[in-house]
C-alpha cells in the first residue's frame, strides 16, 4: 500500500512506498504522472535496507525528507535529483 501525496498545481503526485517493517516509514519516494507512470525515484541516502525516509514534506519546487539515517535532504521536485544533504545528529 502507498501513502500519496497531491503536487500542487500538478495532476502529479508523490508515492510514499512503506518499509517492510511496517512502522510507517517509507523505503522511496517517487513522482507519478497522472497517467500512473514514473517520472523519479528517491533512495534514501545510506541506500540500505535499514534506512528509511521518516517524513516528506513539499516547500514549494524542492521535497524535504528526513531520513533514518540522520539527513535532511532537499530533492528537485521536477528531476528529483538531491539539491543539498545536511547531517543532522
Not at 18 to 24: E, F, N, R
Not at 27 to 53: K, L, N, Y
Not at 67 to 89: H, I, N, P
Request: proline fraction near 8%.
Amino acid at each position: 500500500m502507498f501513502t500519496t501525496m497531491p503536487i500542487p498545481d500538478s495532476d502529479d503526485t508523490l508515492d510514499l512506498a512503506p518499509t517492510d517493517d511496517g512502522l510507517g516509514y517509507a523505503a522511496s519516494i517517487t513522482r507519478r504522472g497522472a497517467d500512473g507512470s514514473v517520472r523519479w525515484t528517491a533512495i534514501p541516502p545510506e541506500g540500505t535496507p535499514q534506512d528509511a525516509w521518516m517524513a516528506v514534506r513539499l516547500e514549494g519546487p524542492r521535497v524535504i525528507a528526513s531520513s533514518w539515517s540522520c539527513y535532511l535532504v532537499q530533492l528537485d521536485l521536477e528531476t528529483g535529483s538531491e539539491v543539498a544533504r545536511t547531517f543532522t545528529k
